[in-house]
């Protein structure tokens, strides 16, 4: 029994990390909001294992640019850089604080710091884990 209740789990993991890593367009709010609703092709109020793998299939096109059904390397790893790169360019704009294209090393720092700063509301130049328990950012 322990077995497969195992087993179920990873696979659960297996599935959900697959479509985390594999989906160009994911929507937010986990398996509780967005991806179910995406998953749940039927809107019946399940997830069928058949539409996991029409969204896998889909998805697996999507990622297949040669169209010879397979994966290289370097077409998901492609994919998957394409797929953050707004992302890390919206944090690199954020870090360029005079916007010269540049990052220095105090523009790196100065948002740790900041984060720091509020967390150390005792103003004691170190922060407990209490501290740290008390702020979600």
Do not use: C
């Not at 967005?34 to 029409?54: I, P």
């Not at 360029?96 to 710091?113: H, I, Q, R, S, W």
């Not at 150390?120 to 328990?133: E, N, P, R």
């Amino acid at each position: 029994m322990k077995t497969k209740w195992i087993v179920g789990s990873a696979l659960i993991a297996l599935v959900a990390g697959t479509a985390m890593a594999a989906t160009q367009d994911a929507p937010q709010g986990g398996w509780r909001g967005g991806w179910f609703r995406q998953l749940d092709t039927n809107k019946d109020g399940k997830v069928e294992r058949t539409e996991v793998l029409a969204w896998a299939e889909a998805r697996f096109k999507a990622l297949d640019t040669a169209g010879d059904g397979v994966l290289t390397k370097d077409q998901y790893v492609d994919a998957m850089i394409a797929k953050i790169r707004p992302r890390l360019e919206q944090r690199f704009d954020k870090l360029d604080a005079d916007k010269d294209g540049k990052v220095t090393a105090a523009e790196f720092e100065a948002p740790a710091l900041a984060r720091f700063d509020r967390r150390d509301t005792g103003k004691t130049g170190a922060l407990s884990i209490d501290d740290l328990k008390n702020h979600s950012n």
